[in-house]
């Protein structure tokens, strides 16, 4: 564009409706590799899908501050998407392979044999790919955002509001297709019918990939600007002398030992147990739908009320699921296996909504992205570390202490940032 060209006008209309179709794109083909590290633990054994899904969740950190910068740079916004789109097909496909080489009792099977060793190859290749996914993901709002509020009187306000009606139309497609292919998954292998589940879910990611990349970018695409990969890590690196970035760490601690707990030993040991496998999926569904709904109620009322609350019942939610997780609902009946599901889906709204709004509080400008690489690192170590150890009192244990500490711990950072000290963790 020369000099003092002016920029063609935008069809706002248009950019909400690729914003539409990239949530629906997206949240086809997140939600079919969700449904399958719920199942990993169940359709293989539970100690090689748990260190399956460890690969997966210790790739996925490198992969956002690493990998994601340079892609960027070369692939832009979409490119990177339909990279991350289609290593995820990928995933499923070997996921398939990976059970038809199983041979024998698969509760016998060794993590050394090939099925395993190949589902925790494509667990890398599928956790690398997240790592770029989400931060490509962030990058493509945050540009359409821009675009939205372009040429307004007004445009950080616009901006603002953009950015709030954006996280709405991406929750509902990204929770209401993850809650709607669990509970397909969970109808097929009703009728026994493992292997048709998954292929289903891979003609699904398959065609979203493919209407993705036949979709047009957004308007006005630009080189990002996210400098040197290193630079995201030394920032993110920077961050681990702040005592407030540990204080602010039981929710994802606790969220990351207790989601290794529920969809492993819980899924493959009670629940499978009780229900059968075929129920994994729809009781999986249960917590989405929680999750969503758990999510909204807790970000309304901590806009008008502030977050203490809201952060106390999530914390609370952890906790009455660990204790259900304990007991292995010995002494209930199979009625009540849909309840730790329930509250887990409360404590998962909770992380995902009133955790991220608390480190925006006390974090700002060029440290907000570092916080929150930190927040990704402590989560997925946090699941890595328990799917690895796949030792089900560990993870109770560190899932019930954390989430005792959510609150005290809260407390002091609010006490530390009070008054003065505030203004230090800010950088604008």
């Known amino acids: 564009m020369e000099t003092g060209e002016r920029p063609e006008p935008l069809d706002k209309e248009a950019i909400e409706g690729q914003l539409r179709l990239m949530a629906n794109c997206f949240g086809a083909v997140h939600g079919g590799l969700g449904t399958l590290l719920v199942y990993s633990t169940t359709?293989?054994?539970?100690?090689?899908?748990?260190?399956?899904?460890?690969?997966?969740?210790?790739?996925?950190w490198p992969g956002s501050m690493f990998l994601a910068v340079p892609l960027l740079s070369v692939l832009g916004r979409q490119g990177c998407l339909l990279y991350s789109f289609s290593s995820y097909v990928l995933y499923a496909i070997l996921f398939c392979t990976a059970r038809a080489l199983q041979t024998g009792d698969v509760e016998k099977e060794s993590c050394l044999s090939a099925g395993p060793v190949l589902l925790c190859s494509a667990s890398v290749v599928a956790g690398l790919a997240?790592?770029?996914?989400?931060?490509?993901?962030?990058?493509?709002?945050?540009?359409?955002?821009?675009?939205?509020?372009?040429?307004t009187e007004d445009p950080e306000a616009k901006t603002r509001e953009a950015n709030a009606w954006l996280s709405g139309v991406f929750a509902l497609r990204y929770l209401g297709w993850e809650f709607a292919l669990k509970l397909l998954t969970s109808l097929i292998q009703y009728f026994k019918q493992d292997d048709a589940s998954i292929l289903v879910l891979i003609v699904i990611a398959a065609l979203a990939t493919v209407v993705f990349a036949r979709s047009d970018p957004l308007p006005r695409e630009e080189p990002t600007s996210q400098g040197p990969a290193l630079d995201k890590f030394r920032a993110a690196i920077s961050l681990w002398s702040d005592v407030v970035i540990w204080l602010l760490s039981p929710t994802n601690l606790a969220f990351g030992f207790g989601a290794a707990f529920m969809n492993g030993y819980f899924n493959a040991e009670v629940s499978a147990g009780i229900a059968g496998t075929a129920s994994i999926g729809a009781l999986a569904a249960v917590t989405v739908a929680s999750a969503a709904l758990g999510s909204w109620c807790f970000g309304s009322y901590g806009q008008k009320h502030g977050l203490i609350l809201p952060m106390a019942l999530g914390s609370l939610a952890m906790l009455a699921?660990?204790?259900?997780?304990?007991?292995?609902?010995?002494?209930?009946?199979?009625?009540?296996?849909?309840?730790?599901?329930?509250?887990?889906?409360?404590g998962r709204g909770s992380y995902e909504s009133v955790n991220r709004a608390a480190?925006?509080?006390?974090?700002?400008?060029?440290?907000?992205?570092?916080?929150?690489?930190?927040?990704?690192?402590?989560q997925c170590m946090a699941s890595a570390i328990a799917f690895f150890v796949n030792r089900a009192k560990v993870s109770v244990t560190v899932t019930t202490i954390m989430a005792l500490l959510i609150m005290p711990c809260y407390v002091l950072v609010m006490q530390r940032c009070s008054g003065e000290q505030r203004p230090v963790l800010q950088d604008v």
């Open 43 to 60: 359709l293989f054994s539970e100690q090689c899908g748990s260190t399956a899904n460890g690969f997966f969740y210790v790739s996925t």
């Open 130 to 151: 997240a790592g770029v996914m989400w931060t490509s993901q962030g990058s493509y709002f945050a540009h359409a955002s821009a675009l939205l509020a372009s040429g």
């Open 321 to 346: 699921t660990m204790y259900f997780g304990l007991s292995e609902m010995k002494g209930l009946s199979a009625a009540w296996l849909f309840l730790p599901y329930l509250l887990w889906g409360f």
């Open 359 to 378: 480190l925006a509080d006390f974090y700002r400008g060029k440290k907000i992205d570092a916080a929150f690489a930190n927040f990704t690192f402590q």
